[in-house]
């Protein structure tokens, strides 16, 4: 189905100068022009759209970001689950994969048994061996943690807590999108919350309410 400017005006509720803007920043395909003041968008925009505007307010990110999130990534905007665990790994994941292994390892200045003793234990990612920067900040973090003989079983439980959850978010997610396919787009983006709002906002907060916990009990 093909929409004209009015009609994705009114389903996106953009102005006509910010949809032609995404369109020429490559964040929305060129219409087709079958006469000249008659340009025909793709039903696919409506939610390109959407998902543009997720991440400019719910997640604060920058034209440049999303320009660069578009440019890396294959959006199928099909509305399943799988779409949505590939969103939220490239969103975790904005860093240009861009660092080989040879390249992470002397900048790391670690040995490969190192690297892949932290890829074993679930403390970094391997993705088809390129790297971001976020990995080698993590690696200096575990570096030093080594230095200060840091107790690494705060980090086990985070593997192990984490691939719990990620069992669990699936599983909900994908019968939550079973259930009614008039909401996958509303759906769609209210796992995107829980997941990426919701999820840190309680971890971080249980972790401020406990120190506040410790700290009141030796007044």
Same mark, same amino acid.
């Not at 939610?47 to 578009?70: C, G, H, M, P, T």
């Not at 403390?123 to 003989?149: C, G, P, Q, R």
């Not at 309410?209 to 030796?218: N, T």
């Given at each position: 189905?093909?929409?004209?400017?009015?009609?994705?005006?009114?389903?996106?509720?953009?102005?006509?100068?910010?949809?032609?803007?995404?369109?020429?920043?490559?964040?929305?395909?060129?219409?087709?022009?079958?006469?000249? *003041?008659?340009?025909?968008?793709?039903?696919?925009?409506?939610?390109?759209?959407?998902?543009?505007?997720?991440?400019?307010?719910?997640?604060?990110?920058? $034209?440049?970001?999303?320009?660069?999130?578009?440019?890396? %990534?294959?959006?199928?905007?099909?509305?399943?689950?799988?779409?949505?665990?590939?969103?939220?790994?490239?969103?975790?994941?904005?860093?240009?994969?861009?660092?080989?292994?040879?390249?992470?390892?002397?900048?790391?200045?670690?040995?490969?048994?190192?690297?892949?003793?932290?890829?074993?234990?679930?403390?970094?990612? %391997?993705?088809?061996?390129?790297?971001?920067?976020?990995?080698?900040?993590?690696? *200096?973090?575990?570096?030093?943690?080594?230095?200060?003989?840091?107790?690494?079983?705060?980090?086990?439980?985070?593997?192990?807590?984490?691939?719990?959850?990620?069992?669990?978010? %699936?599983?909900?997610?994908?019968?939550?999108?079973?259930?009614?396919?008039?909401?996958?787009?509303?759906?769609?983006?209210?796992?995107?919350? $829980?997941?990426?709002?919701?999820?840190?906002?309680?971890? %971080?907060?249980?972790?401020?309410?406990?120190?506040?916990?410790?700290?009141?009990?030796?007044?």
């Amino acid at each position: 189905m093909s929409l004209k400017m009015k009609e994705l005006i009114e389903l996106t509720g953009e102005s006509k100068s910010t949809l032609l803007y995404y369109v020429k920043e490559g964040l929305l395909p060129e219409p087709k022009k079958i006469k000249p *003041n008659v340009h025909l968008y793709d039903q696919s925009c409506v939610d390109r759209v959407k998902f543009i505007k997720y991440l400019q307010n719910e997640l604060s990110y920058s $034209i440049a970001q999303i320009k660069s999130i578009f440019e890396e %990534n294959i959006f199928n905007f099909d509305n399943s689950f799988e779409q949505l665990v590939n969103s939220i790994k490239m969103i975790v994941n904005i860093d240009k994969r861009d660092i080989d292994k040879k390249t992470l390892l002397q900048m790391a200045q670690i040995t490969e048994d190192e690297l892949q003793e932290f890829i074993d234990k679930g403390y970094i990612y %391997n993705y088809n061996n390129k790297f971001s920067k976020k990995e080698l900040k993590i690696i *200096n973090l575990l570096k030093e943690a080594k230095e200060l003989n840091f107790d690494t079983s705060l980090i086990d439980k985070y593997v192990k807590v984490a691939k719990e959850l990620a069992i669990l978010e %699936n599983d909900l997610g994908t019968q939550l999108l079973k259930d009614d396919t008039k909401a996958h787009n509303q759906r769609y983006l209210f796992l995107f919350d $829980i997941i990426l709002n919701l999820k840190p906002y309680i971890f %971080n907060n249980a972790t401020i309410k406990e120190h506040y916990s410790r700290v009141k009990d030796k007044v």
